[in-house]
């Protein structure tokens, strides 16, 4: 297959028509230059921006690892994952971050994949434990790479880039132009490619939702009802914030939950599961969410607190008003509050009305199967299973995602009882698995 047709099929398993402006420019200037800084708003694009280049760079007769991506999240790293694995390369790829069985990782790195993917403290462990040589490793990737830094992860990517010594391509990517290198990411002139002025969307609208009362749950509760059951995120600055704003809305009757970095890795994946699947609405998370997250866009992005930067401001408002669609991004103040400089002099004033309507339940609920790829499961299996024994109709199934050892379907909520107890006693595969309604970490709406 010659390379126009590479490129074809790799943009249909993709799903789209054509790289957009931004992706050009980087797939030029990371292949031909030695050192490239991307900036570009979320939402852009970066992660295939990257990825596109990559492949051409690989090489199919070298059997160790040559390219490290370095990201700020398990969240994040699993993305860039499975754009990769959705281009359909040849080239083996696999992805490492805490909270992942380390005895997996070596087993999987014990065949170098090509492209490895991870989070900053794993990728140290890995070097340590000397899971896998390093010395093919001609390209390094930085995603995300101002979150690290803040993240605090200076001390393992330096330990990281010092044993990296056969570099050629360093490659760093920011969602805002407002930061500084590090002088040990040994960045020489770079080729800078700043996108986060040219692809400003103009069609992000900003509103005010002022609180009469300090504590501003009333005015948080009554602007959700006006989104006619649409999702929302709503941002807050605090951890503990999150999880009470979430426990109010459910015992006012607003089916929501919380995401933050505290919570258990596990607890985190699967609360974005409901999220992503439609069986979750409302998500209050703290600037976590903000970017690098494959989760689905938004049209509605509240402020419940106010970030302390600029750059933060921008990044939640990434989630909405991406790829040509308009979105909202609501700030929700009490009436004494001054805002802070960065927000626009005149922006509308939204008057939310008492009484609206609850939203809407879920269209969704997520279903668990304990069994992933690692049990030999595919999502044809699992959508075999549930329409032939399950007897669901294909409409009545939603997003499925298949992990190592476990699965999580989507399954249309009405039913979700009838599924179960019709595949109770039955086996899939010639294998029993345990699949039920999947734990929630949100407390149950009355």
Same mark, same amino acid.
């Given at each position: 297959m010659n390379k126009e047709d590479q490129y074809a099929t790799i943009l249909s398993n993709l799903g789209i028509e054509s790289l957009n402006e931004m992706q050009i420019a980087a797939q030029d200037t990371i292949i031909n230059k030695q050192n490239t800084i991307l900036l570009s708003p979320t939402g852009s694009g970066k992660t295939l921006a990257f990825l596109f280049p990559i492949k051409e760079l690989l090489n199919e007769n070298i059997k160790k690892v040559q390219c490290m991506v370095i990201a700020p999240s398990r969240e994040l790293a699993l993305q860039i994952e499975q754009v990769w694995k959705k281009m359909g390369t040849k080239f083996k790829v696999n992805v490492c971050y805490g909270g992942h069985s380390i005895?997996?990782?070596?087993?999987?790195?014990?065949?170098?994949?090509?492209?490895?993917?991870?989070?900053?403290?794993?990728?140290?462990?890995?070097?340590?434990?000397?899971?896998?040589?390093?010395?093919?490793?001609?390209?390094l990737v930085l995603d995300e790479f101002d979150k690290s830094l803040q993240l605090g992860f200076q001390d393992e990517m330096n330990r990281i880039i010092t044993r990296l010594s056969n570099l050629q391509k360093r490659v760093l990517l920011s969602a805002t132009s407002d930061v500084e290198i590090p002088d040990f990411i040994q960045m020489k002139s770079p080729t800078i490619l700043d996108h986060t002025q040219k692809e400003k969307n103009d069609s992000l609208f900003i509103k005010q939702v002022v609180s009469p009362e300090k504590d501003k749950i009333e005015s948080l509760f009554q602007l959700i009802c006006s989104f006619d059951s649409e999702p929302a995120l709503i941002f807050c600055n605090h951890r503990e914030v999150a999880e009470r704003i979430s426990d109010l809305l459910n015992a006012k009757g607003i089916h929501s939950g919380y995401y933050h970095g505290g919570m258990d890795q596990d607890d985190r994946e699967r609360i974005l599961i409901q999220f992503r699947n439609g069986s979750l609405?409302?998500?209050?998370?703290?600037?976590?969410?903000?970017?690098?997250?494959?989760?689905?866009?938004?049209?509605?992005?509240?402020?419940?607190?106010l970030p302390a930067k600029e750059s933060e401001f921008v990044h939640r408002n990434g989630r909405t008003a991406r790829m040509h669609a308009s979105g909202t991004a609501y700030i929700v103040s009490f009436k004494e509050d001054k805002l802070p400089d960065y927000i626009p002099a005149?922006?509308?004033?939204?008057?939310?009305?008492?009484?609206?309507?609850?939203?809407?339940?879920?269209?969704?609920?997520?279903?668990?199967?304990?069994? %992933? *790829? /690692?049990? !030999?499961?595919?999502?044809?299996?699992? #959508?075999?299973?549930?329409?032939?024994?399950?007897?669901?109709?294909?409409?009545?199934?939603?997003?499925?995602?298949?992990?190592?050892?476990?699965?999580?379907?989507?399954?249309?909520?009405?039913?979700?009882?009838?599924?179960?107890?019709?595949?109770?006693?039955?086996?899939?595969? %010639? *294998? /029993?698995? !345990?699949?039920?309604?999947?734990?929630? #970490?949100?407390?149950?709406?009355?």
């Amino acid at each position: 297959m010659n390379k126009e047709d590479q490129y074809a099929t790799i943009l249909s398993n993709l799903g789209i028509e054509s790289l957009n402006e931004m992706q050009i420019a980087a797939q030029d200037t990371i292949i031909n230059k030695q050192n490239t800084i991307l900036l570009s708003p979320t939402g852009s694009g970066k992660t295939l921006a990257f990825l596109f280049p990559i492949k051409e760079l690989l090489n199919e007769n070298i059997k160790k690892v040559q390219c490290m991506v370095i990201a700020p999240s398990r969240e994040l790293a699993l993305q860039i994952e499975q754009v990769w694995k959705k281009m359909g390369t040849k080239f083996k790829v696999n992805v490492c971050y805490g909270g992942h069985s380390i005895d997996t990782e070596i087993k999987n790195l014990s065949n170098p994949p090509a492209l490895l993917i991870g989070t900053p403290g794993r990728l140290t462990d890995h070097l340590d434990r000397k899971s896998f040589d390093p010395t093919d490793i001609r390209i390094l990737v930085l995603d995300e790479f101002d979150k690290s830094l803040q993240l605090g992860f200076q001390d393992e990517m330096n330990r990281i880039i010092t044993r990296l010594s056969n570099l050629q391509k360093r490659v760093l990517l920011s969602a805002t132009s407002d930061v500084e290198i590090p002088d040990f990411i040994q960045m020489k002139s770079p080729t800078i490619l700043d996108h986060t002025q040219k692809e400003k969307n103009d069609s992000l609208f900003i509103k005010q939702v002022v609180s009469p009362e300090k504590d501003k749950i009333e005015s948080l509760f009554q602007l959700i009802c006006s989104f006619d059951s649409e999702p929302a995120l709503i941002f807050c600055n605090h951890r503990e914030v999150a999880e009470r704003i979430s426990d109010l809305l459910n015992a006012k009757g607003i089916h929501s939950g919380y995401y933050h970095g505290g919570m258990d890795q596990d607890d985190r994946e699967r609360i974005l599961i409901q999220f992503r699947n439609g069986s979750l609405n409302y998500l209050i998370t703290t600037d976590l969410a903000a970017r690098g997250l494959d989760i689905p866009e938004m049209k509605h992005v509240v402020h419940y607190h106010l970030p302390a930067k600029e750059s933060e401001f921008v990044h939640r408002n990434g989630r909405t008003a991406r790829m040509h669609a308009s979105g909202t991004a609501y700030i929700v103040s009490f009436k004494e509050d001054k805002l802070p400089d960065y927000i626009p002099a005149h922006i509308d004033t939204l008057r939310v009305k008492a009484g609206g309507s609850l939203p809407q339940r879920p269209e969704y609920q997520t279903v668990y199967v304990s069994g %992933g *790829k /690692k049990n !030999k499961l595919n999502k044809s299996d699992i #959508v075999g299973f549930f329409l032939q024994k399950g007897k669901l109709d294909k409409s009545d199934l939603g997003l499925i995602e298949v992990k190592d050892f476990i699965s999580f379907v989507a399954v249309r909520s009405s039913r979700v009882k009838d599924l179960l107890a019709s595949i109770k006693e039955e086996k899939m595969k %010639g *294998k /029993k698995y !345990k699949i039920e309604v999947a734990r929630n #970490v949100i407390k149950k709406v009355d």
